[in-house]
Every structure is written in C-alpha cells, then in structure tokens.
Antibody
Framework: QLQLQESGPGLVKPSETLSLTCTVS??????????WGWIRQPPGKGLEWIGS???????YYNPSLKSRITTSVDTSKNQFSLKLNSVTAADTAVYYC??????????WGQGTLVTVSS | EIVLTQSPDFQSVTPKEEVTITCRAS??????LHWYQQKPNQSPKLLIK???QSFSGVPSRFSGSGSGTDFTLTINSLEAEDAATYYC?????????FGQGTKVEIK
C-alpha cells in the first residue's frame, strides 16, 4: 500500500527557506504513471496547489509561488522535496505531499505543520 | 485561474438525511472535477473522480454528478462518520484549484 510521509522543520524564520521532504513507500517514485505533488492548507483554511514533479525532474509550479519554489526528486531514496524561499507568515500552513494519478490526488501524506515566525 | 465556489459553506444534518453540496466553476471544465473528504485532523481523501466516478473503496452512499460549470456531491443516508469538510478540485486547467470547502456537521 502506497504511503507518503512529510518531514522537515516545523518552524522557519521569516525570509528564510522552508525545506520539506516526502518519503514514498510501497511504490517506486520512478514510475512513469504518476506525478508527485505538494499542496498546502493554512490553519483553518482551504487547500492550495503548490506544484508537482515527475521522476525525470520535469515540474509544474503554481504561478503564485513559482518565483520562490524549487522541487527535486531523489530516486535512490524514493523521495521528493520542496524548497520555498523568502517565507513570510502567510506561508504558515500544513504542507501535504501526495501522488498525482490520472489528474486526481491520492493518497495524501498526513501533512506537516510549518510555522513561519521569528 | 479557474475559481471553484462551493455551497453551502456549512451544513448541519441529521443522520440518515440526504446531503447535497454544489461546486460551480468560473468557466467550463468538462468533467475534470473531483471531490475529497477531509475529516478533522486528517488529510483529504479522494471520494469521486471526473465528476461521477466513485473511487475504489468509497461507500456507495457517495455520488457525484454534473459537467461544464455545475457539479453536485450527494451523500445519501448520512452517517455519523461522514462529519467532515468536503472539497471540490478541478484539473481542467493549470493551476489546479480547490473550492473553499463545505463543512458537514452531524446534529
């Protein structure tokens, strides 16, 4: 059964870089059937699509965040990663990683809360 | 960017009642509309894909319909475990977007 688990610091200072890793188990991240995505949810609010990455490295980023995002894939570790730079309090959210299959998002990781604060 | 507007924002329902949630897209998206259920302190789970296709393992009381700009999620005979926030999601056009969510409370 496919499972995804986010990891990374829960607290990031303003203007610094948020870095998260998603570890995939139960399937290969190198499958040509899937993309791998990042979605975030500010506390008490709705969902925002951040971007997606293919095992080969091709990416799609939400234009609203594109200038601050970098994603990568490590096939040897079955992981993919997100970096968001120049963070502000508005970037405080639960960050989810997920598999994208056939334009749907399933399953999702459990999510990790990242707070931007000094 | 396609905006998805759900209604209502909140619904309080008695068990065994039927629940209807609508999602309206700001432009036509065909059937590229999916529904997710998010229970408190959990991650979202896929319920319905491409407007009306039930996802594997989802109870048959959940169904979806619609095309173009207007879509509906129906929960027949609501159960207590269905207390959650429901989101629609469009994959017709980048960037992908979500509705604002509909919270369903059990009376």
């Amino acid at each position: 059964q496919l499972q995804l688990q986010e990891s990374g610091p829960g607290l990031v200072k303003p203007s610094e870089t948020l870095s998260l890793t998603c570890t995939v188990s139960g399937d290969s991240i190198s499958s040509d059937t899937y993309y791998w995505g990042w979605i975030r949810q500010p506390p008490g609010k709705g969902l925002e699509w951040i971007g997606s990455v293919y095992y080969s490295g091709s990416t799609y980023y939400n234009p609203s965040l594109k200038s601050r995002i970098t994603t990568s894939v490590d096939t040897s570790k079955n992981q993919f990663s997100l970096k968001l730079n120049s963070v502000t309090a508005a970037d405080t959210a639960v960050y989810y990683c997920a598999r994208v299959i056939g334009a749907t998002v399933t399953p999702w990781g459990q999510g990790t809360l990242v707070t931007v604060s000094s | 960017e396609i905006v998805l507007t759900q209604s209502p924002d909140f619904q309080s329902v008695t068990p065994k009642e039927e629940v209807t949630i609508t999602c309206r897209a700001s432009q036509s998206i065909g059937v590229s509309l999916h529904w997710y259920q998010q229970k408190p302190n959990q991650s979202p789970k896929l319920l319905i894909k491409f407007a009306s296709q039930s996802f594997s393992g989802v109870p048959s009381r959940f169904s979806g319909s619609g095309s173009g700009t207007d879509f509906t999620l129906t929960i027949n005979s609501l159960e207590a475990e269905d207390a959650a926030t429901y989101y629609c999601h469009q994959s017709s056009s980048l960037p992908w977007t979500f509705g604002q969510g509909t919270k369903v409370e059990i009376k």
